[in-house]
DNA sequence: ATGCTTGGATAGTGGCACTACCCAAAGGAA
DNA sequence: TTCCTTTGGGTAGTGCCACTATCCAAGCAT
């Protein structure tokens, strides 16, 4: 398969795809000759999915491209891989430590852990850029002040215990590494607009119920 | 309150506050005479709320102008006002009804909400925005080729409903018309990058449980 | 021979969210 | 009074990002 080819049944430009080889988002075919390169259909897989990151997951290319490179990484093992892939995604800045709000939150995530009983998720606490997303959403919350409970944030946190739950055992399912730290990242960057857009239908549905259409 | 000290408390430059105000994201102060005018705490809370939409839900300044324009349309009952907010949301193009996945995702996805019994939202298919973003993220799974079964979607969409009750119960623990739709859009726009923190906190927790840290 | 494709390279585009600078008028401080 | 700051208003520029367009010389297909 050729890059037209390629370029064809991806859907994705030649233009495109010569810049997605360029940022090493994409490896290079397999050189014929010096006009000439040949590509497999690895290729046009992991075209898709860099497509699928890129446009359903908003992930920028700079991301993507760290994601991959952890993806392809032989030498780690599974938990570390599949951590290091994820964790290359978070596109939420640093908190402002000096911020009162995010001090406050800081406190009350690591209370909900407690709660929760995530000791493993507690000993992250300093570097996982998961939890550090967390307490810029709760002080952000916080700063508009509104007192949403404890109780309810910990109410979320188990229905995403639950949402992990289905996601590892489908990633299980998978024999391969390659494969399942593949499903991992996709379970990260394209099952959240799917929740989200669940989400948003199943508000349009429960308002629906309560208040009718009027 | 002038410029200067709406800057101040909200963190935000002045520069960046005329900005808004000539984008129309904040009213206007009251003017006191040509070089002067007066803010009050309506003014910096809005601020706020404009600056946690932008910052951490992520939503462009013209979509933001949208959904503010709906949450301050008095003429509109509140089901079509909190829809209508919500439905200035979605950031995901159209997708392309040519597309023999995105048809095979469209079928899917009606199949899935009858088996839930959410006829309300069964009746929005047509021009919910939420509805289509699921189309597509569907679509774009499936054309990665994986099997991701109904029973999963469907097991997903039954969290994101306990998520929704969660929801529109905080809702009505509001009294006024005005606040209960700022909360449903803050609910849409901040309580999800708060969900996909929570998620990708519990993946780890959840990996670490199963594989430990290795 | 002709026309298309290749990898490689460089430069340009369009959108977005600011950000910097300038202005004349107004008000307060010295 | 003079100086300084602040105001709204406006214009132009910045930096990033994801492409996109154009050019090139070399090679292969017909």
Do not use: C
Request: no cysteine.
């Amino acid at each position: 398969m050729r890059l037209a080819e390629l370029s064809e049944r991806s859907g994705v430009s030649t233009a495109t795809i010569k810049y997605y080889l360029r940022e090493g988002l994409l490896a290079p075919g397999r050189q014929i000759n010096t006009t000439t390169a040949e590509y497999d259909e690895e290729h046009l897989r992991r075209l898709r999915l860099v497509r699928a990151m890129i446009q359903v997951g908003r992930v920028p290319v700079a991301t993507v491209r760290e994601v991959l490179r952890h993806v392809d990484d032989d030498s780690l093992g599974r938990t570390i891989r599949l951590g290091a892939a994820l964790w290359a995604l978070p596109q939420i800045p640093e908190p402002d430590t000096e911020d009162e709000y995010v001090r406050a939150a800081h406190g009350e995530t690591e209370q909900l852990l407690d709660t929760l009983g995530w000791s493993n998720a507690k000993a992250l606490v300093t570097i996982s850029p998961a939890y550090r997303s967390l307490v810029v959403a709760v002080a952000a919350l916080r700063r508009l002040g509104y007192d949403w409970s404890p109780e309810l944030l910990t109410s979320y946190a188990r229905l995403m215990h639950q949402a992990a739950v289905l996601d590892l055992d489908f990633m299980e399912t998978h024999p391969t590494e390659a494969e399942k730290v593949e499903v991992a990242v996709l379970g990260a960057v394209l099952v959240q607009p799917m929740l989200q857009a669940l989400h948003r239908l199943a508000q349009e549905e429960e308002s629906a119920r309560r208040y009718g259409f009027e």
